[in-house]
């Protein structure tokens, strides 16, 4: 099969996988990992960074029988409209894993570590030569708004500089 034939399949794939997964197909509560489940439902999101003030929707749920926790989020800056995808899992060795497309063509693959109390989420991508690295963070606040910050750092490096943070409160 072609580059180009691969990479149509690919992109019909998580066309359509995306309109599923707008619906969501857990049951009410219900996350693969106990760890994470402070994230399930949906968001309402304010950020402010490099891409100036923004506003989204995201929302985390449950697919595939329990085996995955899905994220699917939206977002709207002067720098225009953001649509991401990140699928949450656990790998053979039983690390929690994820993998992030974006409405860009971004592909980052993260580790996670993950706390229940207090409850925090760290999403570090892996390593690759001569690219920068990205840590994503979510912690959940007493007050239940959920504090959100992404972050770069230069190629090499461990320096992570802030790119976005904001806040998320949880949707009516």
Not at 142 to 147: F, K, P, S, V
Request: glycine share 6%; aromatic share 12%.
């Amino acid at each position: 099969m072609k580059k180009a034939t691969i990479a149509t399949a690919v992109i019909l794939f998580f066309s359509s996988y995306a309109s599923v997964a707008r619906a969501g197909s857990s049951p009410a509560g219900s996350v693969p990992f106990p760890e994470l489940a402070f994230l399930a439902g949906e968001w309402e999101a304010r950020g402010t960074g490099r891409p100036g003030e923004s506003v989204g929707h995201m929302k985390f749920f449950s697919d595939l029988n329990l085996r995955v926790l899905v994220r699917r989020n939206e977002s709207i800056s002067p720098a225009g409209r953001h649509e991401d995808l990140t699928v949450i899992y656990k790998d053979p060795t039983r690390r929690l894993r994820a993998d992030f497309y974006d409405s860009e063509g971004h592909v980052i693959r993260y580790t996670v570590t993950a706390a229940e109390n207090p409850a925090r989420a760290v999403f570090l991508s892996e390593p690759i030569s001569n690219q920068p690295s990205f840590r994503y963070s979510y912690t959940l606040n007493a007050d239940g708004t959920l504090a959100l910050m992404f972050e770069i750092a230069p190629p090499g490096t461990t320096n992570f500089a802030t790119y976005l943070s904001g806040t998320a409160k949880r949707a009516q």
